[in-house]
């Protein structure tokens, strides 16, 4: 046991450093001797679980990381799908499933509604962290130290009403209104959208939207935060981080 929680505070600890460590950088992350961080560094790398080069300085994730990885996000679609689609149903307007991917909010999975006047982007979309509903959740799920190192500088203006100050932004995100996340045209004129973070989906920042056309939003957003939430504590009772004594609705 000793063994396997060395090995994985040596895991965390790169990747909280997407660029690398050094051997000696490890040791004195994870508390561990050199000598032991040289042993289990060594065996994690003839495991595809860290990678070395002698062309880029220190020790980073392997592509066996990454593999697991995409597993582990494709398995946790196939696990919200069912409520992405309840929510479609419930408010007749686009709803994705985001994961946190660097400086953006990745589409991993969307359903779409009939109606001719919708919101469609595409899965595998990545969309900016400061001016959409979902990025704004992502970064709610970080520290403000995190969260300002998430954002591209200077950030980007869009429309006119993206806020482009980082003291502005962060203060937003730690203060939502009525706990949702708004985007009310800060990335696309004519767009809006609400978001929820997800919280205990095995290891990784989710986030769970709806987007509609500015047309509808100003009479219908209570509603569809309405409905989000539900959905939302759904999806956490389903992975055993919702409210107490409660089931997903059926």
């Known amino acids: 046991m000793r063994l396997i929680s060395r090995a994985a505070a040596i895991l965390r600890a790169i990747a909280d450093h997407p660029t690398g460590l050094s051997l000696g950088q490890i040791a004195k992350e994870t508390g561990l001797s050199r000598a032991t961080v040289q042993r289990l560094v060594d065996a994690l790398e003839v495991e595809g679980l860290l990678a070395k080069s002698d062309l880029v300085p220190g020790v980073r994730l ?18 919200v799908r069912p409520i992405l689609e309840r929510l479609n149903a419930e408010v007749g307007e686009t709803v ?87 985007d009310d045209e800060e990335f696309a004129s004519g767009v809006c959208a609400l978001a929820l973070p997800v919280r205990g989906l095995v290891s990784g920042n989710y986030v769970l939207s709806v987007s509609l056309p500015k047309q509808r ?9 309405d ?24």
């Open 62 to 79: 392997g592509v066996e990381i990454a593999r697991i990885a995409a597993s582990v996000h494709r398995d946790v679609a196939l696990l």
């Open 96 to 182: 994705d499933l985001t994961m946190l991917q660097g400086g953006s909010a990745l589409v991993v999975d969307q359903v779409q509604p009939a109606r001719a006047l919708r919101v469609v982007s595409h899965i595998g979309t990545p969309l900016p962290l400061h001016c959409t509903a979902s990025g704004k959740a992502h970064l709610s799920q970080m520290s403000g130290q995190e969260a300002s190192s998430h954002l591209v500088h200077p950030l980007t203006r869009y429309t006119d009403k993206t806020i482009t100050s980082h003291q502005e932004l962060l203060a937003a995100v730690a203060n939502p209104a009525d706990d949702c996340f708004v």
């Open 217 to 225: 939003f100003d009479d219908s957003c209570g509603t569809v935060a």
């Open 227 to 250: 409905a989000l939430r539900r959905c939302r504590d759904a999806v956490e009772r389903m992975a055993g981080t919702g409210p107490a004594g409660h089931r997903p609705a059926k």
